[in-house]
């Protein structure tokens, strides 16, 4: 432990010593000469204390992996030294060896693997924080993913968690603005929860019952005969990463297709259902022209941790992100105060959505973000750690893996150059509308009143498919042949 704790001290230090070279690049004079060079030396310390932190969430492998993992997925506020050295812990993490997997798999289904397959690959598919997974054949030839759990990570991630805790404290000594212990609160509340993959399973179940309705997302069927709480076994899916633009090219799928489906997949999940995948990095979206069909398909993996959001938390929050969309400065700030954001709710709206206050006032439906707003952000990100971290403590615990499946699902919209896309405010409005009818409903007294919340919820989603036909009619080509021949008529008049 003694040692454990030394090798993440001293790369613990590279960390803090370049966070504060980082904020020290905002005191500068931005019409210094000395700027250029400064920034230069700045991503080299970047770079270097990067690849420290990387190497760091290598050695000590399970917990440390999952926060390389989620800092990796911070395209737009972490300086991008950081974001592209740690993304390769989405999919390409430590392997355990293949006698540690047999071993796993004698202690979990008492036979060998000869037993259980046909054939098993020695490489793993993919190797993430706390397992990875093998393609194998069982013996009736179908094919399917043996998920494995490293062999030490239950015993070695109650370890990890107690050192992040004297960590957080060493840093809450040196600076008493960072407050992060919650970061250990929530370590201790799931990562018993990711480690009983039979839990996992029984998600993936319901996950897949609960949107059935979406066609194009595939949940890959368990084997319940063959998973127990450290090996799940499921139908094998072929498929890219949903960052993998290049895999997307290659095999014709569409960018923007993908990203609203998975903007519908994720409004369903939060504002309808409240039972929310939390753990959307890209090593466990995958993307797939279905060999049948040859339609597009998004194969959702990894039912480890879900959010389940109590229903008044859900409500405000569906009321919270209608008044960010449309721009209603009161809205924001009595269900941002109604979330605990307190006075710091100007803070909460920017962090939520990742755009400036100013986008926040004119309504995140209505501005297109910009480079130089995400330059702001990233900026103004690191000038106001303190007060983020005291936001961070205020709001209920749900928000907290809330904030952290946006952050990685704004990451793969960053990648694939779609964000802030009009089509993702548009679904999520239907699916506030819908949310909020739903509860209006439950509540009404009388069957007219419930005929009267139905009829008022299928006109809100009228109008709002009225304005996506327009949006699409604007920016199709017959929307531009509309536009000239307006203004050929203005100038014939």
Known sequence: ?????????????????????????????????????????????????????????????GTFIKVGQHLGALDYLLPEEYTSTL????????????????????EELGKELSDLFISFDVKPQGAASLAQVHKAVLHDGRTVAVKVQHPKVQTQSSKDIVVMEVLLNMVHWLFPDFAFMWLVEEAKKNMPVELDFLNEGRNAEKVAVMLAHFPWLKVPKIHWDLSTRRILTMDFAEGGQVNDRDYMRRHSINVNE????????YSEMIFVHGFVHCDPHPGNVLVRR??????????????GLYQILLPDFRLSYCRLWQSLIKGDLNGIERYSRRLGAGDLYPLFACVLTARSWTSVNAGIGNTPVTHSEDVEIRSNAALYLPQISDLLNRVPRQMLLLLKTNDLLRGIETTLQTRAASSSFINMSRCCTRALARHKRSKAQSRARRLQITMSESLTLWQISLYELFLWVKGSTLGGWVGSLLSCLHYTH
């Open 290 to 303: 279905c060999p049948n069909t040859k339609k597009t398909e998004i194969v959702l993996l990894d039912h």
């Open 1 to 61: 432990m003694a040692g454990r704790l030394l090798k993440v001290s001293s790369v613990a230090t590279a960390v803090v010593a370049s966070s504060g070279f980082y904020l020290y690049n905002h005191k500068l004079d931005p019409n210094d000469i000395s700027l250029v060079r400064f920034g230069r030396a700045a991503a080299t310390v970047h770079r270097r204390s990067a690849e420290r932190l990387r190497n760091l969430c290598c050695a000590n492998r």
């Open 87 to 106: 993304k390769v812990l989405h999919s390409r993490a430590p392997q355990s060896s293949m006698e540690e997997i047999q071993q796993v798999i004698r």
């Open 258 to 265: 993908i990203s609203q489906n998975l903007g519908k997949m």
